[in-house]
């Protein structure tokens, strides 16, 4: 059974830090595009950062220097650091995996097969 975690979301203030993980069950990263996604009320959803087997990573301008995507093969686990964090930072996000073999990652939802449940962000003072 394919599964997909994320987990570390919370309540930050404003220039505050996260770090969200995302585990998966049933299958490896190791070959695996990982892509964090996140949707705020009212919004679109849209792609943040993103992260190939090959190590290769894509970040949307709005988070690029504050946001950093990597990968812990032995524990099948992807993390995603948010550093200097804003208000407009605030949504769910959510960890998606493309299990296509050695594909270069983007930031399109379409792209990715298997979602997990999200986690809640708060950046608010």
């Known amino acids: 059974q394919v599964q997909v975690v994320e987990s570390g979301g919370g309540l930050v203030q404003p220039g505050g830090s996260l770090r969200l993980s995302c585990a998966a069950s049933g299958f490896t990263l190791d070959y695996a595009a990982i892509g964090w996604f996140r949707q705020a009320p009212g919004k679109e959803r849209e792609g943040v950062s993103c992260i190939s087997s090959s190590n290769t990573t894509r970040h949307a301008d709005s988070v690029k220097g504050r946001f950093t995507i990597s990968r812990d093969n032995a524990k099948n686990t992807v993390y995603l650091q948010m550093n200097s964090l804003k208000p407009d930072d605030t949504a769910v996000y959510y960890c998606?995996?493309?299990?296509?073999?050695?594909?270069?990652?983007?930031?399109?939802?379409?792209?990715?097969?298997?979602w997990g449940q999200g986690t809640q962000v708060t950046v608010s003072s």
């Open positions: 998606a995996v493309d299990r296509r073999l050695f594909r270069t990652c983007v930031l399109a939802s379409a792209e990715y097969d298997y």
